[in-house]
């Protein structure tokens, strides 16, 4: 199962930590799961969707920029927008899931304690419009909002990327502007029935642009800043500032300390529209991690590291699969125990069932490489580019 | 004399882990339950005219259906307990059930509330239907300043009271932020919050209810809101620091 890890040109950092992105995401789609508390979300500002978002903009920079240097716009643009549909039918198939649960779920439950709750199984009395709405993106269950902000991030990717080759300040410019306009005109996709994108795309971009701008030479540029001790100090005191923070928000008792006046300006900290906090958050982040683990660390080749660097080397499975993993996990809590024990045991068991999808599709991708018959590899990392950006 | 034991009681009751809600099936420890914000309008009110008025504004898990919904429903059963733990005080609550209301269309009918019921007090039970239509979460932070604004001009005191823990239908709503910008509005308007969500996320692990029950079972849900209705009395009671009978019994 320990198959190579593909490292030619990539930033094995990268998989590395879109991977644990992965398993942090699957972990806290669980609900009342006390192994969660390890996740990043409940000790500073950002939590796992940042590290998705930046590195899957970095990829797809990494990815489609190569190809769009080497066989132009149209060809580029043609295979983001298939990595596109390839989402959507994910999205729709994870859509599939939730039916069948909350289908389940709908014949069997009477407790009169929560017949309020129950209201929620309201949208399948007219499956007519929840799932046309569905299809359009619009109508989308709690946990099911990070595929659609992908899908839209790389539907308007082409032309973004075409931009970050020739004109990449300008792109960056464009892409905060686009942020801060959409802060001050509060726009967002419409949702089913109500309400808006919980994931607001309009102002998510930033991290997805931020992300590729940093693959096509924008890391080099901040590379003096990044190698700055200042930066360093500056990264972590944000980030122990953060993290004092967050435990106002566990431990009642501490919010007591904080000045009303700071309580009000941060508090709540959104998340719809990626406050700039999370974003400062990220940035401390990525500064003290680019710090502590060279792109050479040899850890990245060994053994431990593979878990990791091979689900993220497979995103898109990994994640439905992960959030499939959380449905299953959360029905084994609801019919088994939601004891502590069992949510350990689900959270572990489906950590290892990621890793293992991840393990044998890298093995099936190599098998049908080497069959005879199949056409000749043109480039030793297209596949996984193509598969995986 | 009371007095002295009360106090002693009380200064016990901090320090010790759990308290409150008086058989052990369904105690709460103490960091759940009190906030250290204050009822000043509730404690004015009982010390002066010995009455007390409490209106409950709140959708359908305010409530029980059946023919004995009315008094196991949670608001009667706080007006039990408020009434057996402070028999010198006239106590009265009033529930305003509103099923399917968002907190934007409660918080619009705080002025009239005022007018109709003149209560020292409104908890306000709400969330649930906001996290369920997925409105949005700024309207909803809005509505609940606008509500306990309302409510405080009007010279009431509040508590905001979260939602009910659901372990059944958890992945299918996500009641996180709805419940953290309660907690954000109760904080600034230094109101005290009654974390439903976390204290029946108590019982559930501590094994005191078995919530993720399917069945019919009246007697589960009758016993749960009794649980409510006591705990609420114990925190109104502890953030008006008024004296109590319970206290009396070195409970």
């Known amino acids: ?311 993220g080397q497979h995103s898109l499975e990994i994640f439905c699969l992960g959030v499939f993993l959380s449905f299953a996990a959360h029905f084994a809590m609801v019919e088994v125990s939601g004891a502590f024990w069992m949510q350990f045991l689900a959270s572990l068991l489906g950590i290892l069932i990621m890793i293992a999808a991840a393990g044998l599709i890298t093995w099936y991708k190599k098998v049908e490489e080497r069959s005879p018959g199949s056409r000749p590899k043109k480039a030793p990392d297209a596949d996984l580019a193509g598969g995986e950006a | 004399m009371r007095k002295a034991i009360a106090a002693l009681a009380a200064v016990l009751s901090l320090a010790g882990p759990a308290l409150a809600a008086e058989p052990h099936t369904c105690s709460i420890p103490s960091y759940l339950l009190f906030s250290g914000n204050e009822l000043k309008r509730v404690a004015a009110t009982v010390a002066k005219d010995r009455r007390l008025t409490v209106a409950v504004v709140g959708t359908g898990s305010s409530a029980l259906a059946g023919p004995d919904g009315p008094r196991s429903a949670y608001p009667a059963r706080l007006e039990a307990a408020l009434k057996h733990r402070m028999p010198d005080i006239a106590v009265k609550v009033v529930p305003l059930v509103r099923s399917r209301y968002a907190a934007e269309e409660m918080a619009k009918g705080m002025a009239k509330l005022l007018v109709d019921e003149k209560p020292d007090l409104v908890v306000w039970q709400t969330g649930t239907i906001d996290a369920m239509r997925r409105l949005e979460v700024d309207g909803f932070r809005a509505a609940l300043d606008e509500g306990v604004e309302a409510l405080h001009k009007g010279g009431a005191d509040v508590i905001l009271m979260n939602m009910q823990y659901s372990p059944r239908t958890e992945t299918m709503v996500a009641l996180g932020p709805y419940a953290d910008n309660m907690r954000v509005v109760a904080q600034q308007h230094e109101i005290p919050l009654f974390d439903r969500l976390g204290i029946m996320r108590h019982w559930s692990d501590v094994g005191a209810f078995d919530l993720y029950a399917t069945g019919k079972d009246n007697v589960l849900a009758q016993r749960v809101h009794d649980c409510i209705g006591r705990a609420i009395a114990s925190l109104i009671i502890d953030a008006a620091h008024l004296q109590s009978v319970e206290l009396k019994t070195g409970q």
């Open chain 1, 1 to 311: 199962m320990h198959a190579p890890v593909t490292t030619t040109g990539r930033d094995l950092r990268l998989d590395l930590f879109r991977g644990l992105a992965l398993w942090l995401i699957f972990l806290d789609h669980i609900p009342s799961n006390l192994v969660a508390w390890i996740t990043i979300r409940n000790y500073g500002f950002s939590d796992a969707t940042e590290i998705f978002v930046f590195v899957s903009g970095y990829t797809a920079a990494f990815v489609y920029g190569k190809e769009m240097r080497e066989r132009g716009f149209v060809v580029a643009g043609a295979r983001v927008l298939k990595r596109t549909w390839q989402i959507y039918v994910a999205h729709v198939f994870l859509f599939a899931i939730y039916l069948a649960e909350i289908s389940y779920v709908a014949t069997s439950f009477e407790n009169p304690l929560y017949s309020e709750e129950m209201g929620l199984l309201d949208f399948l009395k007219q499956p007519d419009v929840t799932i046309i709405q569905a299809l359009l993106l619009k109508f989308k269950p709690a946990n099911m909002d990070v595929l659609p902000l992908y899908i839209i991030l790389l539907l308007m990717f082409p032309p973004i990327l075409w931009l970050l080759q020739f004109r990449s300040t300008l792109a960056l410019g464009a892409s905060v502007l686009l942020y801060v306009l959409t802060w001050e005109f509060g726009w967002n996709m419409p949702s089913y029935p109500s309400g808006h994108w919980y994931f607001n795309p309009f102002a998510w971009q930033l991290l997805f642009v931020f992300g590729a701008w940093c693959a096509l030479g924008g890391a080099q540029r901040l590379s003096a800043v990044l190698q700055s001790r200042v930066t360093l100090a500056i990264a972590i005191a944000y980030l122990v500032f953060s993290f004092v923070f967050a435990l106002t928000w566990h431990l009642p008792g501490v919010s007591q300390y904080v000045p009303h006046w700071l309580d009000e300006a941060i508090n709540p900290v959104d998340k719809v529209n990626l406050d700039v906090l999370r974003f400062a958050h990220f940035i401390a982040l990525a500064v003290v991690t680019v710090w502590f683990v060279p792109r050479d660390w040899p850890a990245l080749k060994s053994r431990w590291a593979w878990p990791l660097i091979v689900c």
